[in-house]
């Protein structure tokens, strides 16, 4: 899986993310629903669409602080490097795995088939 | 008008280590679908990931063999992507805040040498297996979370050829730090090609067009070839290159759209919550720095250098981190590279071809090479004698000394004995003495191997051609002066 990387040699990567002071309650619900593989009809694609574009609005309230200056934060604590041992653990059991499968095939979970 | 091709690739890089990225599953090959598996890898609400410090160690040291910075801080973003094969919707993988930047590669091609400059490697976790039937496709998670390096590169790369160059050295280098075993056939080595064309003369890059999941060197090569070839002609008839994900088929040696992946490309990365970020200390690596080999070309130049090898020699020998290191410690152990260079490209390489092993499979050591070498410099068997061992040697572990002693295969000494020898060659063959004293030079050789063969194969081939001459040409002005 590529990271979708603009070829700009030597200018880094396109910096991805919701540019606040610019969202003009640009939240497309149905695209998202359909990325998300989420089947909505039109009443709740609108009823989301107002919910969270009050959402948005409550944010971009941030937008309105000077933050000059300050690193986007990815997480709230400063705790670094939490690592594990390359030591194997014994996981689940096959039966059990496939317990919960809505459909399965041999040793394998079933799936539409999605192929070019 | 002429075009250039701008090639960037994604290499993946399944990395050596026992467990998955995030979860203790084995990393095993080959076991019965679905049997490595547990509810972080499976994608099972609530579980949480941890990240396994060897994929982070083994990724920094691929970083530091390549020349790359390591990042001050690193991090993990998901990658939404709805796909049968990835169970929990999203990759765990680093989207802006890499673990290495830029570095690169040189390659070497029709004796010109070229950088390839490295944008970044990052690390993130593989998706599960599918097999396609009928009317379904079944899926195998046993590989969703073994850790995945990606390296790319800038589209410094200008050719089918210099891709399949760089892929070598890649892979070469790779094993030589000993961070992954880039097994191809078992898909430890896969990589997207980014590939755009632009008039020559102009400076901006062409639109371009990605082939996905090549999984063999060849593959990639023809396809590359196919592809600028393709779009050359596009742009040429005045067309558009359209940007796209490619599939490459094999069988018909033609690219082709892969349409269920168009809206895809809508990642919507976001950081990992679930995972806290990598800093590392100065100090850590420089640790771990201190645990890389040699490059390749490092090593293939002081080899030159030191043993006074060509260049063809060192590369050969070089080639491989196992055979390099056992060159070496012949040649330490024996006090003479060129003739453990000339055995080791000979015939142990003939026998490590013949046997499909490698050079820490087979029962030869280089303490067992040395000596052998050591017993024909001090002509105590001759070169011959030495050769019909080895392959005994490399089967099954043995002292040379101990065999020549039991066999009684030492070198049937001095000049007198050989001289007897020689007497008796050519009292036994008076044709062939008549044939050389009448002008033909090869007769020679026939008596030097009758000599030989008198010794049983112990006698010092020189010291019996230099007396089988000396005779020959006593003969020679006895016969003038007659």
């Not at chain 1, 990815?74 to 689940?92: C, I, M």
């Not at chain 2, 063969?453 to 020959?472: F, N």
Request: glycine share 10%; proline share 5%; hydrophobic share 40%.
């Amino acid at each position: 899986m590529g990271v979708s990387c603009e070829w700009l040699p030597n200018h880094g990567y396109r910096r991805e993310g919701v540019d606040l002071a610019n969202t003009t309650a640009d939240i497309r619900v149905a695209y998202v629903a359909n990325l998300a593989r989420l089947e909505l009809d039109e009443a709740s694609c609108a009823l989301f669409q107002r919910q969270l574009e009050t959402v948005v609005e409550y944010v971009r309230q941030i937008g309105e602080l000077n933050l000059d200056g300050i690193e986007p934060t990815s997480h709230g604590q400063p705790v670094y490097n939490v690592f594990r041992a390359d030591e194997v653990r014994p996981g689940l059991s096959h039966d059990r795995v496939l317990a919960n499968a809505p459909a399965k095939m041999g040793e394998e979970f079933k799936v539409p088939r999605i192929v070019e | 008008m002429n075009y250039l091709p701008s090639v960037g690739l994604e290499v993946h890089v399944q990395l050596k280590t026992n467990t998955k990225m995030f979860c203790g599953c084995t990393t095993a090959y080959g076991a019965p679908p679905n049997t490595q598996v547990c509810p972080v890898c499976l994608g099972y609400p609530g579980a949480m990931p941890v990240m396994n410090v060897a994929a982070i160690r083994l990724t920094v040291l691929s970083g530091l063999m390549l020349g790359c910075r390591i990042g001050a801080h690193s991090k993990f973003d998901r990658k939404s992507y709805f796909y049968p094969d990835m169970p929990k919707n999203y990759q765990i993988t680093q989207y802006d805040q890499p673990l290495c930047l830029g570095g690169g590669l040189v390659i070497e091609l029709g004796g010109q040498t070229k950088l390839i400059r490295l944008t970044r490697i990052h690390l993130e976790e593989d998706v599960g297996k599918s097999t396609h039937y009928a009317g379904c496709s079944g899926v195998d998670f046993n590989r969703a979370g073994v850790p995945l390096m990606e390296i790319v590169t800038e589209p410094d790369i200008s050719s089918a050829d210099e891709a399949v160059a760089f892929l070598l050295a890649l892979k070469q280098t790779l094993l030589y730090a000993g961070v992954s075993e880039c097994n191809l056939e078992e898909g430890n080595l896969r990589c997207d090609v980014n590939i755009s064309v632009r008039p020559e003369g102009t400076g901006k890059l062409g639109t371009k067009a990605e082939i996905k999941n090549m999984n063999t060197f060849k593959g990639v090569q023809a396809a590359l070839k196919y592809e600028v070839a393709r779009q050359i002609r596009c742009v040429a008839g005045g067309g558009r290159v359209v940007q796209e994900t490619l599939r490459w088929d094999p069988d018909l040696g033609e690219t082709f759209s892969m349409r269920s992946k168009e809206d895809a490309h809508d990642y919507r990365y976001f950081p990992e919550p679930d995972l806290l970020p990598v800093v590392l200390a100065d100090a850590q690596i420089e640790a771990w720095r201190a645990t890389l080999p040699e490059r390749p070309a490092e090593r293939r130049a002081r080899f030159m250098h030191v043993y006074g090898l060509p260049a063809y020699d060192a590369g050969v020998l070089t080639a491989e981190r196992g055979v390099a290191d056992f060159f070496e410690a012949t040649a330490r152990l024996c006090g003479n590279g060129k003739a453990a260079s000339n055995w080791i490209m000979t015939d142990v390489m003939r026998l490590l071809g013949e046997s499909g092993r490698s050079v820490t499979q087979c029962a030869l050591t280089p303490e067992v090479l040395a000596e052998l070498i050591l017993l024909v410099e001090r002509r105590t068997i001759n070169l011959p004698t030495a050769k019909g061992l080895l392959p005994e040697l490399f089967e099954q572990a043995g002292r040379p000394a101990e065999l020549v002693a039991t066999r009684g295969l030492g070198q049937v000494g001095g000049e007198d004995e050989i001289g007897r020898l020689v007497e008796q060659a050519l009292a036994a063959n008076p044709r062939v003495v008549q044939d050389f004293l009448a002008g033909k030079q090869a007769a020679a050789q026939a008596l030097v191997g009758q000599v030989m063969k008198l010794s049983r194969g112990k006698a010092d081939p020189q010291m019996a051609g230099r007396l089988v001459a000396e005779r020959l040409a006593a003969r020679q002005g006895g016969a003038a002066v007659s």
